[in-house]
Structure formats: structure tokens, C-alpha cells
């Protein structure tokens, strides 16, 4: 007989009190529950239980060793109840967050398929620029880009966030020409509201990085007014790769400094540290890994 059902004999009769008791709850003969006792004492080599035909007692050892059985005993079942989540069907409401140009350009399309392969599964996506708490926010994930505090959060690292810097031919044919990252102190720059990015442009070339103060004729806190005006013509703007590669495969907006990249950006998956996911939050963090991870 394996040693984990010997295990919960015993502990059984530790909490019961009584052999019997144990037969009865567990429909076996007082007989066969002493019997697996005394198996496990053969096992261990020592006593547990100082028995007379009256009643029973721990010995020093059986009270370490019923704490200890116990906390095993409590681990297999929380093994147990994780594999049958992972067997569970995903259902119920997620609730996502996300930040704004990233869960419409590149979030919500994908999304869809999500939906699709698990119809039980309602979604809450909110759209946000601003830092929220997950747990104050009832959210059971939330898509963070940059930098992440020691928040006790799990984190599934995704791929890095890249921007480019660009603007529309119609404003670099009537501008001084941009040719070093030091020359975009002459131009006008359209700037993103939540971005260090008002005040100064990261850049790394062949020396190393470099930060270049910028004048922000016009600052909106969303992207997609920025990309509207950069492609009218207002100026040199810093945007998200997904939100900007249709206008520069078209030739309606420009790369500039080919030299030079815009320092890319960590990208994570934030959930709460629970050992037991349920089946919906599970699904959803392998989704997001295939999708959006690293090697996607």
C-alpha cells in the first residue's frame, strides 16, 4: 500500500481519536485502519501511537510526524485541485488592462482570437495610459510597458516595445535637414503626454546613447491624434512601431536618423501571484505568451 494513503490513515486517526471512527468515515474495519497503522510504524521504524484498549496518544515523534504528514497531505491536495483547473474548461469574466495605442493597434485585433477559441470566456478590456493597481482595480491582467517596481506581481515578460522616430516628407522638404540627432533641436516635435518624450528624445548610435532636448510645439496624451498630425505635416514625432509601419511602408511618413534606434522598452504581463491560475487566467497568459512573447 503506498505510503501517502498509510499517511492519511493515520492522520485520520490522530484527528478522530479512534480507529473505529476512522472505519466508519472511511467504510473500512477498525481491523484494517490498526493494520495500516501499524504498516506505517513498520515503515518509519518508530511508533506513533501509544495505544491501550481504552485510548490512544501521540508519542513525541507521532506529534512531529502528524504536523509534517499533514502539510504533505495538504500540498498533494493543492497539486491535485491544480491539475484538475488545468483540465477545467476557461469560462467566466476576464478583465483586462492595457495601455491605450497598444490595446487598440495591436491588443484588440488579437483579442478576437482569443474570444473565438474560448466562447465561455467574456472579456472587460479597459484602455488606460495611466499606471492602475491590479488588485485595487479587480483586474486580472494588465499589459505594463517600461520599467517594472517590486510590486509582488507575477510578470510574463513579452516582447520589448519599440518606437520609431519620423515625419512626413511635406515637413522635411521645407526643414534644415536632419542628419545628426543633435540637429532636431531645430525642428519642431510633436510629443506624447505620458513620455519623458516632451522634454527630450533618447537616441542610441555608434557612440552610445544620447538625450536631445526637444522644443513640443503641440503634446496630446493620446497617439493617435499625434500620428494625424505628424502625417499633416506639424513636425518630428516618436511613435510605436504597430502604429506607424502602415505610413512608413506607404512613404507617407519617414524614418529619420538610419543610424540611430530609439531605445526599446521592457514589455510585461502582470497577474496576481496565486500558484493555482483557474483556467480562464491560465488561458488567457499562454495566449499572450504565443502572441505577444518574447519569441512570437
Given amino acids: 500500500m503506498d505510503r501517502l494513503t498509510l499517511m492519511a490513515v493515520f492522520v485520520k486517526a490522530v484527528e478522530l481519536g479512534s480507529f473505529s471512527a476512522v472505519a466508519d468515515e472511511l467504510n473500512l474495519s477498525p481491523q484494517l485502519v490498526g493494520k495500516q497503522v501499524k504498516m506505517l510504524e513498520q ?52 478583465r483586462i488592462n492595457a495601455p491605450v495605442t497598444f490595446g487598440v493597434s495591436t491588443l484588440a485585433p488579437r483579442l478576437l482570437e482569443y474570444m473565438v477559441r474560448y466562447p465561455q ?20 491582467v494588465v499589459f505594463r510597458i517600461g520599467e517594472l517596481s517590486d510590486s509582488g506581481l507575477k ?16 515637413y522635411l522638404a521645407r526643414r534644415p535637414p536632419i542628419t545628426t540627432p543633435l540637429d532636431l533641436q531645430e525642428h519642431e516635435c510633436l510629443a506624447f503626454a505620458y513620455s519623458d518624450g516632451r522634454s527630450h528624445i533618447r537616441l542610441e548610435g555608434p557612440d552610445g546613447c544620447i538625450d536631445v ?16 498630425a505628424a502625417v499633416a505635416g506639424l513636425g518630428v514625432v516618436l511613435l510605436p512601431l504597430e502604429l506607424v509601419k502602415d505610413a512608413l511602408r506607404s512613404g507617407t511618413l ?22 493555482r491560475l483557474t483556467p480562464k487566467l491560465r488561458s488567457f497568459v499562454d495566449f499572450a505568451r504565443a502572441v505577444f512573447g518574447a519569441g512570437a
Fill in 43 to 94: 515503515h518509519l521504524g518508530v511508533s506513533l501511537l501509544n495505544r491501550t484498549t481504552r485510548k490512544q496518544s501521540l508519542t513525541d515523534f507521532g506529534r512531529t510526524f502528524y504536523q509534517r504528514a499533514k502539510l504533505i497531505l495538504a500540498d498533494m491536495d493543492a497539486a491535485e485541485e491544480m491539475a484538475a483547473m488545468t483540465r477545467g474548461v476557461p469560462s467566466g469574466r476576464l
Fill in 155 to 170: 510578470a510574463l515578460p513579452l516582447k520589448p516595445y519599440q518606437m520609431v522616430l519620423c515625419a512626413a516628407p511635406a
Fill in 254 to 275: 519617414v524614418g529619420l536618423l538610419p543610424g540611430y534606434s530609439v531605445p526599446v522598452s521592457p514589455m510585461n504581463l502582470l497577474y496576481a501571484p496565486d500558484p
Fill in 213 to 228: 532636448p526637444i522644443k513640443s510645439r503641440l503634446t496630446i496624451n493620446q497617439a493617435d491624434p499625434l500620428l494625424s
Fill in 121 to 140: 470566456v467574456s472579456v472587460d478590456l479597459t484602455l488606460s495610459n495611466e499606471l492602475v493597481d491590479l488588485l485595487e482595480g479587480g483586474y486580472d
